[in-house]
Nanobody
Framework: QVQLVESGGGLVQPGGSLRLSCAASGFTLDYRAIGWFRQAPGKEREGVSCFSSSVGNTHYLDSVKGRFTISRDNAKNTVYLQMNNLKPEDTAVYYC????????????????????WGKGTLVTVSS
């Protein structure tokens, strides 16, 4: 069964850090594009970060550049999103997704069109 499961969300104060994990089962993340997306209350889902090994690029939403880092552990079949210097506007449900079609990360983040999605993990940044 193909599955993506996010974890690591929670409540954090402004300026704090969290590391989200996305564990894949039923398939390998090798040669796939991996994306992190988020949806804040009352807002549309937006692309946050993407890594594509087939195209060889990494892409970030402008507002998270320098604060968020996407990484992957192939041995654990897991993708991470390290989030530092968190701001209240980062509050959202964060989803990971993956796709095998080999498009550029900027396309994936703009269209939010990926094959498989997790159910999300809530991140709340508040004092």
């Amino acid at each position: 069964q193909v599955q993506l499961v996010e974890s690591g969300g929670g409540l954090v104060q402004p300026g704090g850090s969290l590391r989200l994990s996305c564990a894949a089962s039923g398939f390998t993340l090798d040669y796939r594009a991996i994306g992190w997306f988020r949806q804040a209350p009352g807002k549309e889902r937006e692309g946050v970060s993407c890594f594509s090994s087939s195209v060889g690029n990494t892409h970030y939403l402008d507002s998270v550049k320098g604060r968020f880092t996407i990484s992957r552990d192939n041995a654990k079949n897991t993708v991470y999103l390290q989030m530092n210097n968190l701001k209240p506007e980062d509050t959202a449900v964060y989803y990971c997704a993956t796709d095998s079609r080999g498009y550029d990360c900027s396309w994936y983040l703009a269209t939010k069109d990926m094959n498989y999605w997790g159910k999300g993990t809530l991140v709340t940044v508040s004092s």
